[in-house]
């Protein structure tokens, strides 16, 4: 593993309590911060970088019993995509990215995911069908295993590989064979946002990046600050599975991404 940038500050079981605090004093979110849903619309359009993006999204289904928050659009996304995309920390330049709780836009596999070689974004069963629809009608050229796509490549263009199959957090084994059908390579990067929401699913959410992630992988995950205890519980136990665990200062983010969101580096070595 590559030394650790100073751009990121550790957390250790010792100071989880600490680090919440200061994280809701110094990264405050606004009194008149809302859920973080972007529209309440089922269509909804992103402009990003000069590029416009047209996505479907289901507010019906995130209304019934049952339901998944990845029906819609979580406001963290965007700045998450902008911070990558300006920043530039990462080169995702021929690597390999899985994205976790990608959801049914697809925004990330419509921007991050053409700068990679490979990308497969994953999420429950139910929400593949309009994550793949969302995917083809947004990134013009590209090649796939698991998504239609109109245009074909010309003879010796290279385009990213980019797949969507289900990887359920409560059912790991079944999503592994999947994604290692797809790519037998330990990820470069494991990528996820707004995916810390409900404690039961956390212990899950811990082994399923445990189970995919190799020595050399790493993860970064954006979270909209709601409940601190939530965000505390995940971080607590990421370190309790050996995980390494970092935050990245004020100072490396971009100005949408410094008050009421934080972003973390995991590893699984220093």
């Known amino acids: 593993m590559s030394k650790i940038p100073n751009f990121l500050e550790e957390i250790t079981l010792d100071d989880v309590s600490t680090h919440i605090y200061d ?46 928050t990845g029906f819609v659009l979580w406001r963290v996304s965007i700045p998450f995509v902008k911070w990558i995309q300006t920043k530039q920390l990462h080169d995702f330049k021929d690597k390999y990215v899985v994205e976790l709780g990608a959801g049914v836009t697809g925004l990330l596999s419509s921007t991050i995911g053409l700068k990679t070689q490979h990308w497969i974004a994953t999420d429950q069963y139910h929400l593949i069908k309009l994550l793949k629809k969302n995917i083809s009608n947004n990134v013009p050229i590209f090649q796939s295993s698991t998504i239609e796509c109109d245009m074909k490549p010309k003879k010796k263009q290279i385009v990213p590989k980019i797949d969507a199959c289900v990887y359920d957090w409560e059912n790991i084994e079944q999503g592994l064979y999947e994604i290692k059908e797809l790519n037998p390579k330990e990820p470069d990067f494991i990528i996820g946002c707004d995916i810390v929401y409900n404690d039961y699913l956390v212990p899950y959410l811990v082994d399923a990046i445990d189970k995919l992630a190799g020595p050399s992988t790493r993860v970064l995950i954006g979270l909209q600050l709601r409940l601190p205890e939530n965000i505390e519980y995940f971080v607590e136990q990421l370190l309790k599975r050996g995980l390494k665990v970092y935050k990245y200062e004020e100072s490396s983010l971009i100005e949408d991404l410094q008050r009421g969101y934080v972003v973390y580096y995991i590893t699984k070595s220093a």
């Open 23 to 68: 994280l809701y004093v110094d990264s405050a979110p606004s009194e008149n911060q809302d859920l973080g849903i972007v529209s309440k619309k089922d269509q909804l359009q992103i402009s990003i970088s000069d590029s416009d993006y047209q996505f479907e999204q289901s507010i019906s289904n995130l209304n019934t019993s049952n339901s998944s």
